[in-house]
């Protein structure tokens, strides 16, 4: 019985793959054909636009998924043609936030996975690369956004000339916290620190701002601090703020950033929480203002699984799965007391959310309901949202009215994320299926051991790899060590002792350590 259960498993989930592959490829090269190098394709005329930029953005986001689809090919004609065609310096007005998650997120998701993806790497890599420089660049031009008093960041800034002197100091919760990921990583490849102080200063500013009930609004004054619209909750305009507080911690092994967490959730849990649906309360009273469920709600449930509150994570998760199997898609917004959608929010931009959580909860459990949401949401989006150009935003959940509109999220996220539930021995979950394991070499003599410490998936599902921050960090420090051995011994005044600095693990090679750190072998350890 088990062996035939298994085989048919397997027989199912092979099938699934391939249908989210041509789903991928159905909606890709459409892009290519009929919309590069605007950043988006409009599915329903079959040409492009610029939304978020202009700046190809589909194909940026895009670009990690094709690996993770194991096309090795595309991946590096992709990765070369971006860095022909792709100019950060251009007059744009462009979302601080967007261009981090979706530009910033995907170029350094490409850069971490050029290895495996067969690339020509230079030698410092993955330290150094031509998509790491992109990624850098692209980020440089959000920084002026940051040059707040308050270190918190405007929402808006302009690629060529920074941020406009009557740009809005209004910005959502989200777009304040959600840089620490892709900047450390940045601050961490590259070693310039700033990145990742810019982001640090803002989620402490942040942090400052709650609530006497340790709750944060919507939206916030960068400037006067002052709280702008204050409900309080886990969706729209804050979501991947506690979501980067969480793989924050995770990635860089920070407990400021756990604790941070852990004091909101427990306010979260306190007062948003009713049956395991999570409502809109206000920030400083904690009444309720809307009880409404957001579709960007959704990834909390995969949150949840990853700090191991597994029972509630699953609780949840069934009221959300409930409201896919009413409508075929999650609404924007359902209203609760009501059990419906909520007037003017009735579409699905073909979002990834319940996808995602059901990626993480299919891991953590084994339990079969999570493939049973990928295959429905499969049937869904190929019934309701396919074109002959590509797959459209979903207006109306009720009359499966379209919208002329693909997100490149659609390709970023929701594909991945549905391929990755089908694929539990995919690489990025530390599994073999990509040939020779789940690691592999970098660096310099190939002692950075990548992959092997798990990947973090930023907000726009691109993952990044804890292991090649680590090791560039590593390798940065050791470097430094080395010069200040070198300065002192050179520097050393007659009659002064040598002191080697402490032993830790080398990166670079032990021999030329050695060569220059001979005496370790002369003192009494
Ligand atoms: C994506 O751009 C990101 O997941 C973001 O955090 C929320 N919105 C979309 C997907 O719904």
């Known amino acids: 019985h088990i062996t035939i259960h298994y085989t048919l498993y397997l027989q199912s989930t092979n099938t699934a793959l391939q249908r989210i592959k041509s ?7 459409s892009y290519l054909d009929n919309a590069f190098p605007y950043d988006e394709l409009r599915p329903l005329t079959c040409d492009g636009q610029d939304t978020w930029g202009s700046f190809s953005l589909t194909l940026i986001d895009a670009l990690d998924t094709l690996l993770i689809l194991g096309n090795h090919t595309e991946f590096q004609r992709v990765a070369s043609l971006l860095q022909d065609t792709v100019d950060f310096d251009i007059d744009v007005n462009a979302s601080v936030f967007e261009t981090n998650i979706r530009v910033v997120g995907g170029l350094l998701s490409a850069h971490l996975l050029a290895g495996r993806a067969g690339m020509e790497l230079e030698p410092g890599w993955p330290c150094s690369g031509p998509l790491l420089r992109m990624a850098e660049d692209a980020a440089r031009k959000l920084l002026p956004a940051f040059q707040t008093a308050t270190g918190m960041p405007y929402g808006t800034v302009n690629l060529l000339n920074g941020v406009s002197p009557t740009e809005t100091p209004v910005t959502c919760t989200a777009g304040v916290g959600t840089f620490i990921l892709e900047f450390a990583t940045l601050s961490r490849l590259t070693g310039d620190e700033t990145f990742e102080n810019v982001a640090r200063r803002a989620l402490r500013a942040l942090w400052k701002t709650r609530s006497d009930i340790g709750l944060v609004g919507n939206h916030i004054d960068i400037l006067s601090k002052k709280w702008v619209a204050q409900d309080a909750g886990i969706g729209a305009g804050v979501d991947s703020y506690f979501e980067y507080l969480v793989k924050g911690a995770i990635m860089l092994q920070d407990e400021e950033l756990l604790t941070m967490f852990l004091e909101y959730d427990r306010a979260i849990q306190n007062y948003t929480r009713f049956d395991d649906w999570y409502l809109w ?56 007391p009501q059990g419906y959608t909520v007037d003017k929010r009735e579409g699905y931009p073909l979002r990834p959310e319940l996808i995602e959580s059901a990626m993480y909860l299919f891991r953590a459990t084994g339990d079969h309901t999570y493939l049973q949401l990928g295959l429905d949401a499969l049937e869904s989006i190929e019934r309701i949202a396919k074109t002959p150009c590509g797959y459209a935003t979903v207006k109306d959940l009720r009359d499966h009215q379209l919208d002329n509109r693909m997100e490149s999220f659609f390709l970023a996220e929701t594909v991945k994320y549905l391929y990755l539930l089908f694929d539990p ?13 789940s690691w592999e070499e970098g660096g310099e003599s190939g002692e950075c051991v990548l992959g092997a410490g798990g990947f973090i998936f930023n907000t726009e599902a691109h993952p990044l790899d804890p292991a090649a921050l680590y090791c560039c960090s590593r390798h940065a420090q050791d470097q430094q060590e080395l010069r200040d051995v070198l300065l002192k011994s050179i520097a050393l005044k007659p009659g002064e002792k040598k002191t080697p600095p402490l032993l830790t693990c080398p990166v670079q090679p032990f021999r030329s350590r050695l060569s220059i750190l001979g005496q370790v072998f002369t003192d009494n350890t």
């Open 23 to 29: 789903m991928f490829y159905h909606a890709y090269n």
């Open 425 to 437: 021995a995919h690489f990025l979950h530390g599994g073999g299926s990509e040939g020779d394991g």
């Open 281 to 336: 309360v206000q920030m400083h009273k904690g009444t309720v203002s809307m009880p409404v469920f957001q579709s960007l709600e959704a990834f909390w449930p995969g949150l949840q699984s990853l700090l191991g509150n597994l029972d509630s994570a699953v609780r949840t998760f069934q009221n959300y799965y409930s409201v896919w199997r009413q409508f075929g898609g999650l609404p924007e917004f359902y209203s609760i």
